[in-house]
């Protein structure tokens, strides 16, 4: 029997060993390091200072309204001012401060969203009138340990407008020891009413280089390393927005694993899909050169390691944008790398302002078009080719002076030539730039042979305001160029006369004497313009087919024809 009993105890369950205690959860990046003092609110200055200078006066307004896109600390400073406004200090004898201790109990309280006298709301899950009427009713009541009692309305733009209608009156004359702090991304869809009854702080996007030096802190106090290149290709993708540029850190620590290489910048472009710097380099090469298989196959390349095509245009947009900044001498960013500095500077020397220009119009064009497209990569490829293309087209301008001196424009070709250039060489993309180089134009005088090709250069070479006037308002009695005398019947001014000598004289390349006489001259060239495209209409009103038509449709009309001119 005693060993049966023996027996029937060997038969329990062997024992567990002791559970270890549960590790603490881990805390995103974004709520480990919010600020918990005005000081570590980056990007913020002027908004401190007027805080700081509020409290010091004694100042305050009832009602704060903090307006920002997200993650620039909005809830943030709500918060720091509802500690600022509470805090006792470490002898519990303190007041109003901008510098709250942080250490006594309504700080501690405030800083872990557990103060009885500080409610907190989000507007998005509590936008009906009833919400705001237990506001009401509760801010009637003292606050119970604090000195004021806060209300932190977050995204109050949700709130409806009877709720905001029911507010009103609390919130243009609440109780002394009541405080209103509203968060909103979006002011424009607050009443005007309610803006009107608050003070209002626009949270500033946070500077590229102020996110990089303080990711750089961050990546410090949590152990890891990061290139100062990956930092600021977090910095810019992060938009201004702390808490988004912390979220990317905190997803790249993570994507560099456990080897202990840290973050770098060819991990985050590839984590983001971001264009490398240099291959974008590459690209902008291979286009200014005309090399369309070369820009596709470098364009395939991106794609394939995972790039967004819209990132693609987006920087050589952003390229462009910086080799027009440097041709204005605008200083160079100190965060820019001196490869991609020599790149922008030799660029602004070789190429001119309206390749420049026509350049960002292409891009952004095509920047749109893979934005809305079906097939992003090929409607990036066409804008790619649209821009080689481009590249072979005459100036505008250039092309009305060699008509208007008789010169034959030589022929763009039908398709971009395609050598490659040289290694670390960009050849210009300039006007009328082809396989071989332009014909020279002629150096001597420009003498339009009618007034109308006058007026037509006048327009193609920047002085449209003068051609304007001179196409509706001048009636030219004769023209024999350099010379020519307009009618007294449409009176100009002396300023007038002065500024269309000086544009004839720098286009044409030669003086002019412009004279007015007391004669009816000729119609000015809109009204012949008109006189003209009358007479047509006329005569395609008069036809058998039109008149045909008409009696068939008797209310047809005719708006406009083959060979119209634009009344602009």
């Known amino acids: 029997m005693t060993a049966a009993m023996s027996d029937s105890f060997d038969l329990g369950e062997p024992p567990q060993p002791a559970k270890a205690p549960d590790a603490p959860a881990y805390r995103v990046l974004a709520r480990k390091y919010r600020p918990q003092t005005f000081s570590e609110l980056i990007g913020q200055d002027a908004m401190v200072q ?60 405030i800083a872990e969203g557990r103060h009885i006298d500080v409610i907190e709301m989000d507007a998005a ?251 992003p990569i090929e409607a990036a490829e066409m804008a790619l080719l649209r821009a080689i293309y481009a590249s072979t087209l005459p100036d505008p301008g250039e092309l009305a002076r060699q008509i208007a001196s008789g010169a034959t424009p030589a022929a763009a070709p039908t398709a971009p030539p395609p050598p490659t250039p040289p290694s670390g060489e960009a050849p210009p993309w300039n006007a009328g730039s082809a396989a071989k180089a332009p014909e020279p134009v002629a150096t001597g005088p420009i003498l339009p042979p009618t007034f109308e090709a006058l007026v037509d250069l006048l327009d193609e070479s920047g002085g449209l305001a003068i051609a304007a006037r001179l196409r509706h308002g001048a009636r030219v009695v004769s023209y024999s160029p350099p010379e020519f005398v307009l009618s007294g019947s449409r009176p100009v001014s002396a300023d007038t006369l002065a500024e269309l000598n000086t544009l004839l004289k720098s286009v044409t390349r030669t003086a002019w004497k412009v004279s007015i006489v007391d004669a009816p001259g000729e119609p000015t060239l809109r009204e012949a313009q008109d006189a003209a495209d009358a007479a047509v209409r006329q005569a395609i009103l008069e036809s058998p087919i039109m008149k045909a038509a008409v009696a068939a449709f008797p209310d047809a009309q005719l708006e406009s024809w083959p060979g119209q001119r634009s009344n602009a």
């Open 50 to 109: 007027t805080l700081g200078n509020a409290i010091k006066r004694d100042r305050l307004a009832h009602a704060f309204l903090m307006t920002g896109v997200r993650g620039v600390g909005k809830t943030s400073t709500a918060r720091l001012i509802a500690k600022a406004l509470n805090c006792i200090g470490p002898d519990g004898d303190g007041g109003p401060t901008i510098d709250p201790c942080g250490v006594c109990e309504p700080c501690r309280a």
């Open 125 to 375: 899950s509590h936008t009906g009138v009833d919400d705001v009427r237990e506001i009401i009713d509760a801010s009637r009541y003292s606050a119970v340990t604090a000195r004021f009692k806060i209300y932190i309305i977050d995204e109050v733009h949700m709130l409806s407008k009877n709720a905001f209608n029911a507010l009103l009156k609390t919130l243009e004359e609440p109780p002394p020891h009541v405080k209103f702090l509203f968060a909103t991304t979006e002011v424009n869809k607050v009443p005007v009413t309610v803006l009107s009854r608050c003070q209002r702080f626009d949270l500033r996007r946070i500077s590229a280089e102020q996110l990089a030096k303080h990711f750089a802190w961050v990546s410090t106090e949590e152990g890891v390393t990061a290139d100062p290149e990956a930092l600021m290709l977090i910095a810019r993708a992060a938009e201004g927005s702390a808490r988004d540029g912390l979220s990317i850190l905190d997803q790249a620590i993570a994507h560099a694993g456990l080897e202990g290489g840290g973050v770098t910048a060819d991990a985050v472009r590839q984590m983001l899909g971001l264009s490398d710097r240099g291959a974008v380099r590459d690209l902008l090469t291979l286009i200014l050169a005309g090399d369309g298989a070369g820009a596709l196959a470098s364009m395939r390349r991106q794609y394939d390691y995972g790039v967004d095509p819209l990132s693609v245009l987006r920087s050589l947009l952003e390229t462009i944008h910086g080799i027009t900044l440097t041709k204005v001498g605008t200083p160079a960013d100190a965060a820019q790398p001196m490869e991609e500095r020599a790149a922008r500077e030799e660029w602004a020397a070789s190429l001119g302002y309206p390749a420049l220009h026509r350049l960002w119009q292409l891009f952004l064009k095509g920047h749109d078009e893979v934005a809305k497209a079906a097939l």
